[in-house]
């Protein structure tokens, strides 16, 4: 599969904790995007990294930070975990920059705080 | 401020009758407007986009930037349709998506 992949698919934790979520973005592809699927919220644009630069940011909490590295993976880290913080993150990947390109999306990480 | 909505939670449709699925936006600048959409236990796919103008099994959606809408239409449903729709809306200052928040289609015998 040379599609966008996440690890690990599903989280349990407690309240507190820290956490990783892991993204590969599809070959070739070099922009990186972070989103947050919860029940109340919806879909929510975290974070978007391109060649491994910061590109935007939208409502990401700043106990929350994201990278992507040289060979473009990406990893979110999740720091004093809440409640709240249970969701889908969901990882996206597109060719570029540009506002054209199609984002292609993972299937998701469940993550639950316990 | 930038806003999509989508005004129905959940639509139910009996096999081959004709789909509508509502979307708005709000913005100011010039939008280029998605549909996704997302099987059961599938990954979020892209349906179609406005600037593609296709029509991609079976819906079509037009943009109107009068009535700032964006509706996904299909004449004629079929069950394996039955899915999360989502509307969302690239702004073009940082290429950013924002989404709406979904309708489920159920498509009925």
């Known amino acids: 599969d040379s599609g966008v992949t996440q690890t690990p698919k599903h989280l349990i934790t407690a309240t507190g904790q820290r956490v990783t979520l892991r993204c590969s973005p599809r070959s070739g592809d070099l922009s990186v995007y972070w989103y947050q699927q919860s029940l109340d919220q919806g879909l929510q644009f975290l974070i978007h990294y391109y060649n491994g630069e910061e590109r935007a940011k939208g409502n990401i909490l700043e106990r929350f930070s994201a990278q992507q590295f040289p060979d473009l993976h990406s990893e979110l880290n999740l720091s004093s975990l809440e409640l709240g913080d249970s969701a889908l993150y969901f990882c996206?990947?597109?060719?570029?920059?540009?506002?054209?390109?199609?984002?292609?999306f993972g299937p998701g990480t469940r993550l639950t705080v316990l | 401020a930038q806003r999509v909505t989508q005004p129905e939670k959940l639509l139910s449709v009996f096999k081959g009758a004709p789909v509508e699925l509502k979307c708005n936006y709000s913005y100011s600048g010039s939008p280029e407007l998605f549909w996704y959409v997302q099987y059961s236990r599938q990954r979020l796919q892209l349906l179609l986009r406005h600037i593609s103008r296709e029509s991609i099994k079976g819906f079509t959606a037009d943009l109107n930037k009068g009535e700032t809408s964006f509706h996904l239409k299909k004449p004629f449903a079929q069950e394996e349709d039955s899915a999360m729709y989502y509307c969302a809306l690239r702004v073009d200052s940082n290429y950013q998506l924002i989404w709406g928040a979904g309708t489920k289609l159920i498509i009925k015998p």
């Open positions: 996206a990947s597109s060719v570029g920059d540009r506002q054209r390109d199609t984002q292609y």
